[in-house]
């Protein structure tokens, strides 16, 4: 998600465009300042795979296995709740929807921008974000009406995703073609409402294990995230593949630590020369022959 969120707020409320990433409407990822990511490309490359058979997968979430089609009705209904739960509380005045939502994002925004702007990796709490951009505007609210409102807006979130048939397809063949998958995923969302979603999804059980960043305390491209993913798989940086939409998190960061990159263009597109992907597939149901191709089940 971009900085420019208070416009996709005005976006979601009137019918327009989705927010970019599974990170709920409060919780949200802004993207990385050039300066930053120019940093990271000075050691992007630099460990390059070598050439070994592929015997794990690992995935990215929000546009590389799912998109997202947030509907006004869903966010309304989520984020009514939301204000509701605060005014009962609160003993005072609260702004109506729209202007609470913006307020409390923007707020949101200017902490997560921060984090970024000084080159931190570590992820940020939702339950953090949300408390601390409430009291912003004046809501000093007790912990256990956080859980509340997090909860709330992660349903807005899991309600808009719907797992196209062709991914669980396409996972299901990788897997008996013997495979290891896992998840590796940036976002503030609890991971264990993340990891119900993915039952009901019918991904669980396909993947061998599942890393988010809200839980391991840093978001990709740190190093940090990848090793615990390829420690729970149980596989090495060479024998490993990572495939996501974004070349600098995703791919370039893979390839950092050893792995190869896959990009995919299904859901969003990316294109920036100064990173080169292992392979690029246009869906992910092209995944196994990209696999085959980087040295993987024949």
């Known amino acids: 998600m971009g900085v420019e969120v208070r416009e996709d707020l005005h976006d979601l409320f009137r019918g327009g465009r989705d927010l970019d990433g599974p990170f709920g409407l409060f919780g949200h990822r802004s993207s990385l300042p050039a300066l930053v990511r ?3 490309r000075v050691a992007s490359g630099l460990v390059r795979a070598a050439a ?3 015997r794990a997968v690992l995935f990215d979430f929000g546009h590389t296995l799912v998109d997202f089609q947030r ?3 869903a966010l309304h209904a989520a984020y009514q709740q939301i204000r509701d ?4 509380v609160a003993f005072m005045e609260v702004p109506e929807l729209l202007d609470l939502v913006e307020r409390v994002a923007g707020g949101v925004d200017r902490l997560v921008e921060q984090s970024y702007r000084e080159g931190r990796l570590e992820e940020i709490d939702q339950a953090v974000l949300l408390k601390e951009a409430l009291a ?3 809501f000093d609210l007790p912990d256990d009406v956080i859980d509340h409102i997090v909860i709330l ?3 807005a979130y899991s309600n808009s995703i719907t797992v196209e048939p062709e991914v669980l397809s396409t996972l299901q063949t990788l897997k008996s073609e013997g495979y290891r998958m896992g998840l590796v995923s940036n976002l503030t969302l609890r991971a264990d409402l993340m990891r119900a979603d993915l039952q009901r999804w019918g991904l669980m059980d396909l993947l061998d294990a599942t890393v988010f960043s809200s839980e391991v305390g840093v978001r990709k491209p740190d190093p940090r995230i990848f090793r615990e993913a390829l420690r729970r798989v149980g596989t090495e940086p060479a024998e490993t593949v990572f495939v996501g939409d974004r070349l600098y998190d995703d791919v370039s960061g893979a390839q950092a630590v050893g792995m190869r990159g896959v990009l ?3 859901f969003r597109q990316e294109d920036d ?3 080169s992907p292992d392979a690029v597939i246009e869906h992910v149901k092209e995944l196994p022959g990209a696999l085959r191709g980087l040295g993987g089940v024949r």
């Open 273 to 275: 020369p100064k990173f």
């Open 71 to 73: 509907t006004q009705e």
């Open 85 to 88: 739960r605060i005014e009962a």
């Open 52 to 54: 070994a058979p592929v």
């Open 153 to 155: 807006d992660h349903s």
């Open 136 to 138: 912003g505007i004046g």
């Open 38 to 40: 120019d940093v990271g």
């Open 264 to 266: 995919t263009r299904q």
